[in-house]
């Protein structure tokens, strides 16, 4: 009885050891990774997020917090050891935020634009190019070049579809056609409801996103012929914030490298806007085309 005792305490002590190796084999990878000093006082990775922009961010149906930015941001958080806290920001509030340090990351699909880049810094780690969608009986009236030429169009302020369609606007202007009517909304949402209610003609929007729509709204919204911008897209991050800027290309990084990006990505149908590394972007010289 006695040896019998002894044997289930050595089992036990060995059972003990083993998951405390096994802990300390998990706190040793978290370690790894470079930690903003955010991440090491609190042991949070703290984010600013709209959840207004599925597949990127989106509340589902149970009210869990879900989508690609969402999902990427969890597991960069656990490779830090750290817990991931969401803060519900608008979009436009996103950068001015960041410049008067309200926060320390916009984890977000930001176009590193120029204004932008004099007030914050990227970590970029997808791209997308720009479609427009409309409503299926409006589809007839987008086809051919300057299809957006005199069209009531909805975008996102600030978003890279704001610049874009003013950029749109100014060649229809060159080519002796109407302008476009840009009406600018804060979220998503608000766009799609102005085009089911005709209100607008199209929505100017990320590809992805946009097609994404097409699917879950099964036909209710169309994307249209052309692609008006291909381009890099970064969270972003307070102007020379050097170690939040090579913690999180870090963690995604190893999110690359250990195949949970790509199995993020797949499970959006994402997988054609992956990039093979992220990078911090200080100025525009180093975004990679």
């Known amino acids: 009885m ?7 305490r050595g089992a036990a002590i060995a059972a003990l050891a083993a998951t405390a190796v096994a802990a300390a084999a998990g706190v040793s990878g978290a370690a790894e990774l470079p930690k903003s000093p955010e ?5 949070k990775l703290i984010i600013a997020n709209t959840l207004e922009y599925a597949p990127f961010e989106f ?3 149970n009210g869990k917090q879900v989508g690609i930015n969402i999902e990427l941001a969890q597991e960069t958080a656990k490779l830090l050891g750290a817990e991931l806290e969401v803060t519900r920001i608008p979009f436009p509030s996103m950068v001015p935020g960041l410049a008067a340090g309200r926060f320390k990351v916009a984890w977000e699909t930001f176009a590193a634009t120029d204004d932008r880049l004099k007030q914050v810094d990227f970590v970029m780690f997808i791209k997308s190019g720009i479609v427009a969608s409309t409503t299926a009986d409006k589809a007839s009236q987008f086809q051919g070049e300057n299809n957006l030429c005199g069209k ?14 003013d950029r749109l606007s100014g060649e229809c202007k060159e080519k002796g056609l109407p302008e476009i009517a840009k009406s600018i909304f804060p979220e998503g ?9 005709d209100r607008i003609d199209a929505r100017l929007d990320d590809a992805t996103a946009s097609g994404y729509f097409e ?10 012929p052309g692609l008006y911008d291909v381009a890099p897209l970064g969270i972003a991050i307070p102007k020379g ?17 250990n195949g949970t990006y790509k199995t993020i990505m797949a499970k959006y149908g994402m997988t054609s806007a992956m990039i093979e590394e ?8 180093k975004i990679r085309k």
């Open 2 to 8: 006695q040896r019998h005792l002894s044997l289930l």
């Open 39 to 43: 991440v090491k006082d609190t042991g």
């Open 59 to 61: 509340i589902d149906e």
């Open 152 to 165: 009531r169009v909805g975008v996102i302020g600030g978003a890279v579809s704001d610049f874009i369609a």
């Open 189 to 197: 949402k608000d766009i799609i409801q102005a085009a089911l209610s």
């Open 215 to 224: 699917v879950t709204s099964k036909g209710q919204m169309v994307v249209v």
């Open 241 to 257: 914030d050097k170690e939040t800027a090579d913690m999180l290309a870090a963690g995604v990084n190893e999110l690359i490298k």
């Open 278 to 285: 992220a990078y911090v972007v200080d100025a525009a010289d």
